[in-house]
């Protein structure tokens, strides 16, 4: 029991703390509300799970033999986080053409997850805290039920919080700026990956 416990609170609070997930829901909640925003809530709850289970049943040792594959990661991580702060500073601009102002698709979303810093760190976390040596399997899917139940609940959080501002942050300037912050924000969460390695984040 205590186990799931511990790992239950590092997966709440690894899903509810800020990070670029959660960033881009809040502005796609104040953006686009719930139901647009569906596709890339889905997204995130079930592509990050799905990349947990990958990397716990053998990818990460392939990472192990190979490290320089989280170069390659990182860069595509940094350009791929700088073109949706980009897309979030635009999001509310009328001027934008339509499919920066759209909603990350379900797609994105779930393939973002194998760009995304934050997520790289939090799944190697949980994976090399939770997995017991004597049951693999069982501890790595309990992992991932685990954070997969958790995902649910924290980013809805966080887009309902989006739809909630749009009653605070009623007009086209407060929302613009609103935007430009959110994009500034997920910006800035480029610089701590870019100066550090998924390896040794954990």
């Known amino acids: 029991m205590e186990y799931y416990l511990s790992l239950i609170t590092f997966t709440f609070v690894a899903g509810i703390t800020p990070g670029p997930n959660n960033m881009?829901?809040?502005?796609?909640?104040?953006?686009?509300?719930?139901r647009k925003s569906m596709p890339?809530?889905?997204?995130?709850?079930?592509?990050?799970?799905?990349?947990?289970?990958?990397?716990?049943?053998?990818?990460?040792?392939?990472?192990?033999q190979y490290p320089s594959i989280y170069i390659y990661i990182k860069i595509s991580g940094i350009s791929y986080l700088l073109y949706l702060?980009?897309?979030?500073?635009?999001?509310?601009?009328?001027?934008?053409s339509s499919k920066i102002r759209q909603p990350l698709t379900f797609i994105q979303?779930?393939?973002?997850?194998?760009?995304?810093?934050?997520?790289?760190?939090?799944?190697?976390g949980?994976?090399?805290?939770?997995?017991?040596?004597?049951?693999?399997?069982?501890?790595v899917?309990?992992?991932?039920?685990i954070y997969f139940v958790m995902g649910f609940i924290c980013m809805a959080l966080w887009l309902k919080l989006?739809?909630?501002l749009q009653q605070f942050l009623r007009g086209?300037?407060?929302?613009?700026?609103?935007?430009?912050?959110?994009?500034?924000?997920?910006?800035?969460?480029?610089?701590p990956m870019a100066f550090s390695s998924f390896g040794n984040s954990v």
């Open 126 to 139: 949980a994976l090399v805290a939770f997995t017991t040596p004597e049951n693999v399997t069982q501890s």
């Open 24 to 34: 881009m829901l809040l502005a796609s909640g104040l953006n686009h509300g719930i």
């Open 162 to 164: 989006g739809q909630g």
């Open 85 to 96: 702060a980009w897309k979030i500073a635009n999001a509310g601009n009328s001027s934008a």
């Open 141 to 145: 899917v309990a992992i991932i039920l």
């Open 109 to 124: 979303a779930a393939t973002f997850q194998w760009l995304n810093p934050k997520a790289w760190v939090i799944a190697i």
């Open 40 to 64: 890339h809530y889905l997204g995130i709850c079930i592509g990050f799970p799905i990349m947990v289970a990958v990397v716990g049943f053998g990818l990460g040792a392939l990472f192990e």
């Open 172 to 191: 086209g300037k407060r929302i613009h700026y609103f935007n430009i912050t959110m994009a500034v924000l997920l910006a800035l969460s480029v610089i």
